[in-house]
Each structure stands twice: as structure tokens, then as C-alpha cells.
């Protein structure tokens, strides 16, 4: 696939293999589409080795073992069926982001869900970074994330997702996601967070009164020793797992004091 | 329903519940549970995500308690051979069992105080358990865990020693997930206990709901753990634990952390 990182006249080529409309509607149809991203060794240097966009997952190197999430259509839709894969090879480091926030919006059909399915591995020795801009439920959406992400031994993730419950002043669809992570195959962290009932949404033993929720995962060599003890401030938990890792979890009333409250987190990690 | 279940899921039963509130001390304390109203919200959401999630592990232990409880009354499997040697396999691989699905308890419970006082539970529970209804497959489950296995797994264990169902099991983990609490809020606020009943009996559609959900889950990811090897012992290392429900509190897991470090406290959680 040749994109290699570093050269400052490199281009990366774009290929929409595999994104196919599967159904009509009112707006743009519902998409299935497949991207990935993978990673290799060379000369000691992280190159991609794979970079495959798939609409409206689009993906662009911006830097060495950089790569950012473009939306390049709205969404996801109701109806949606995306999947991103990403593979971290042994010893290469990588960065994804994203330039926005996701909007999830329902669909034409109203009960189609949107699926999203993010694989990832890590590879030995490897790090990943993992840092999209938040996803935001907007009314009547319906959409179902699943994270797998698989850590081999020495590998290191610093994996953040943040959940915003509707726009300014509005009540969110639907949402279900579950992420599981497992290092040298044991179980890591396995947590599902369900948004768009209200009675559960509200409850003081879930969210309480908070409009976003977020964590930041925290695993491996490269982000340091987790602290001996749980440290906790307004809305924000730095807690050590069981395993390997850190987990930094926040409720906020808006996204950018959750990121605060996470940023916060992160850096309670005692450094590498 | 098993006449048993009454005993296991009793607040009598001495196995220290009485002195956990789940999260209903500090939430009390922090001003999020003022009322019947707030208790009745909090309860809600308490028991669809670590109710749904310690119901589903407490079906889990159970099932895999009667799957290693079989062994020798299952004549004409392979892994029911009684030499002393594959009865010495069989217990290792019946502990490795029991880890398994602990560490898939430790990955579902992000905040060590909440793992702290899931394990002191279980430990008192499982020590409680051994006395009321000895079993070997209790015997195997205390030397697995040494420290104390997380509650939902004892309470699954010693339901299938005292003759429960999975649904039982789970019905009991989802009862105490909110019942515990309920009281706890009685005595800190001084609620009027009837109206807190009330307020329980509201909530047993769900709890109902849950049981339902949480058995389904445990038993398919048994079962097909199962039907995918070729013999229990083989199946019980690799049924596909991780599959059971994950519901994530982050409301419960920063009352359990703010808990931890308030000095005076009447609730060990």
C-alpha cells in the first residue's frame, strides 16, 4: 500500500474501497463502509502501511504515524454500518484524531441503528494514541459503538472517548456502546455505557445530572506507572485497574470541562 | 424459585451485606439523594447497570458451580475419569475456572474501592456459605480466590450449593443490589420505611426485567462455551465470559472513591 510517514512531499492516496450505498431514503442513503489503518517497522520507523478511506470514514496522514478521521458525509446516519480497523504493528507508534466532533443523527428509517465498530490492535512494544473529537447523540438518533481493543504484552494505549448527550438544549436518542479491552489476552477493562433512557440517565447513581461522559484509558510502558491509589476531583475519577492500566473516567454539563476534567486525569498518571 | 433463594437473598443472612450501602452514604452525603424521589432514580439506575451486570455474574458462578459440581455424577464423559490424576486436573482447571470469571468481575469494576468492597463482601459471604451449605465446588471456589472472590460470584456459588437456580442467582444479586441501599437510606435519612418499600416495590417490573436479562446472557455464554469443546473441563477454561453485560456507573464509581475518603462514615461502602 506504500504511504509511508515523515517525507514532507508525501501524499497520501485516498481509496473509498468498499464504501456502497445499501439502502435509499430521504438524504444521503445509508452507507456500509470499512476503513483501516495499519502500521509497520521500517528502518526503524513507523510507516503505514495501510491507509484505506472508506466514506464517510475518511482518513488523512497528517504527520509521521499521525493520522486524522475527516467526515467526509454527514453522520453517522440510522442505518449506518461502519467499521474502522487498526493495527498498531510491533514497535511502531501511531496518533488518531479527528478534525470534529461525530454528529449522530437518526436516519430515514427511524428505527434503523447506526452502527459503529471500531478493532483495534496493539502490537508488542507499540503505542497507540486514540483521540477523536467527542460524539454527539442528537435527538432521535439510535446508534450502537463497539470497541475492541486488543493489547499484546508491552504494548501502550492511551485511548479517549467522549459521549455528549445531545446538543445545546437537546435530549439525545439513543446510544449503546461497549468497549472492551484485553492485554496479553486477560480482561483489561470491559464497560457498556447506555444513553437515551431517561429515568436511567438521570439517576444519581449513573450520570446524575451530567450531559457528557468520558474516559480516558491509559495502559502500558509509554504513559508511566498508574498511581498507587485512586485520586478523584469535581467529576473526574483517576482510578487503577485491577490489571496494567489506568482508567481516568468524568461526567461534565458540557464538553469542554469534561475534556478539562479528563486532561486533568491523564496528568495524574505519574510520567514514564 | 427455590424456598433457599429466601434465605440467601434475607438481609439476616450473616454475611456482613448490612454494612455496605452501595454508593446511597456518599450520595446521601453529596446531596444527590435527598428523598424518596432522588432514592427511588438512584435505585433505578443502580439496578439497570451494576445490578444487570453482578445479576448476570451471579448466574454465571452459579452455572459454572453446577457445570463443576457434575463431575463424577456424569458418568460416561471423559473428564469424569476418577484416577487421582485427572481428579487433581480437574480441580486446577476448576480453579483456573473460577479466576477467570473473577478477572472478568476485576474488568467490569473500574474503581478499586468498588473492587475492595466487592471482595470483602464476597470473602464474608463465601466463609458464611461453606458453613450453611458445604459444598466442594465452595471448597475449590475459596482456594481459587484466597483473598476474597467479588460478591456476585460467591453469591452465584453459594446459590448453587444451596440448590438454587441461575435465575435465582440472579434474582438474589439483582434484590441485594438495591436493597442494601434502600435500607441504607432509610437509616441516614431518616425515611419513612414503608414508603421506601413502596418505592421497592415499584421497581420489581425491573427487577424481574433484569433477573430475565441477566440469566439469558450467563446461560448463552455457557452454553455455547460448551457446545463449542468437546468436554466441560475444556469448556469451563473457555467459555466467552466476556460477553456478559459491562454496565458502567461512573455516578457509582466516583460516590464509591469520595466514600473511601470520608473520614466519618457509617457504611463500609
Known amino acids: 500500500m506504500g504511504v509511508t510517514t515523515g517525507g514532507t512531499t508525501e501524499v497520501t492516496p485516498v481509496q473509498a474501497i468498499g464504501a456502497a450505498p445499501v439502502r435509499g431514503g430521504t438524504g444521503r442513503r445509508a452507507l456500509f463502509a470499512r476503513a483501516a489503518v495499519a502500521t509497520a517497522l521500517s528502518g526503524g520507523r513507523t510507516v503505514l502501511d495501510t491507509l484505506r478511506s472508506a466514506p464517510p470514514l475518511t482518513l488523512r496522514q497528517t504527520g509521521p504515524g499521525t493520522v486524522h478521521l475527516v467526515a467526509t458525509a454527514a453522520g453517522p446516519l440510522g442505518g449506518d454500518d461502519l467499521g474502522l480497523s487498526i493495527d498498531v504493528a510491533p514497535g511502531t507508534v501511531l496518533t488518531i484524531a479527528s478534525v470534529a466532533s461525530t454528529l449522530v443523527l437518526p436516519g430515514p428509517e427511524e428505527s434503523a441503528e447506526s452502527v459503529l465498530v471500531v478493532d483495534a490492535r496493539v502490537g508488542a512494544g507499540a503505542t497507540l494514541v486514540y483521540a477523536p473529537e467527542p460524539t454527539v447523540l442528537a435527538a432521535g438518533c439510535a446508534h450502537r459503538m463497539v470497541v475492541r481493543l486488543t493489547l499484546e504484552e508491552g504494548a501502550s494505549v492511551s485511548w479517549r472517548e467522549e459521549i455528549v448527550f445531545g446538543r445545546h438544549g437537546e435530549r439525545p436518542g439513543r446510544c449503546h456502546a461497549r468497549f472492551d479491552t484485553t492485554a496479553g489476552g486477560v480482561p483489561l477493562l470491559r464497560q457498556e455505557f447506555v444513553v437515551g433512557d431517561p429515568a436511567v440517565d438521570a439517576s444519581p447513581a449513573v450520570y446524575g445530572d451530567a450531559r457528557c461522559v468520558g474516559t480516558t484509558l491509559l495502559a502500558g510502558p509509554a504513559f508511566g506507572t498508574p498511581p498507587g491509589e485512586a485520586v478523584i476531583s469535581a467529576g473526574c475519577a483517576v482510578l487503577p485497574l485491577a490489571g496494567q492500566g489506568t482508567l481516568v473516567s468524568a461526567l461534565a454539563p458540557d464538553a469542554p470541562t469534561l475534556r478539562a476534567r479528563l486532561t486533568w486525569g491523564e496528568t495524574q498518571i505519574l510520567p514514564a | ?269
Open chain 2, 1 to 269: 424459585m427455590d424456598a433457599a433463594l429466601l434465605l440467601l437473598a434475607d438481609s439476616r443472612l450473616p454475611a456482613g451485606g448490612h454494612a455496605h450501602s452501595g454508593g446511597a452514604e456518599q450520595a446521601v452525603r453529596a446531596g444527590a439523594i435527598t428523598g424518596t424521589e432522588d432514592l427511588a432514580r438512584f435505585l433505578r439506575g443502580r439496578l439497570a447497570t451494576t445490578g444487570l451486570v453482578t445479576a448476570a455474574l451471579s448466574a454465571a458462578a452459579c452455572h459454572l458451580a453446577v457445570l463443576l459440581g457434575s463431575h463424577g455424577e456424569d458418568g460416561g464423559r471423559p473428564w469424569t475419569e476418577p484416577s487421582a490424576a485427572a481428579a487433581a486436573e480437574s480441580e486446577t482447571d476448576a480453579r483456573a475456572a473460577w479466576r477467570e470469571l473473577d478477572a472478568e468481575a476485576d474488568a467490569r469494576t473500574a474503581s478499586p474501592a468498588q473492587r475492595y468492597a466487592a471482595r470483602t463482601q464476597g470473602r464474608l459471604l463465601l466463609r458464611s456459605g461453606r458453613r450453611i451449605w458445604p459444598s466442594p465446588v465452595l471448597d475449590t471456589l475459596a482456594q481459587a480466590v484466597p483473598d476474597g472472590v467479588h460478591h456476585p460470584i460467591a453469591l452465584g456459588a453459594v446459590a448453587a450449593a444451596a440448590g438454587c437456580s441461575r435465575h435465582d442467582a440472579a434474582m438474589a444479586a439483582a434484590y441485594t443490589s438495591i436493597t442494601g441501599p434502600a435500607t441504607a437510606a432509610v437509616r441516614l435519612l431518616g425515611l419513612d420505611p414503608v414508603v421506601v418499600h413502596r418505592v421497592l416495590a415499584g421497581l420489581v417490573p425491573d427487577l424481574s426485567g433484569v433477573a430475565r436479562t441477566a440469566t439469558a446472557a450467563a446461560s448463552g455464554t455457557v452454553e455455547a462455551g460448551v457446545a463449542a469443546r468437546g468436554t466441560a473441563a475444556e469448556a469451563v477454561l473457555r467459555i466467552a465470559w466476556e460477553e456478559l453485560p459491562a454496565h458502567a456507573a461512573p455516578a457509582l464509581d466516583l460516590l464509591a472513591e469520595q466514600h473511601l475518603r470520608t473520614e466519618v462514615r457509617l457504611f463500609v461502602s
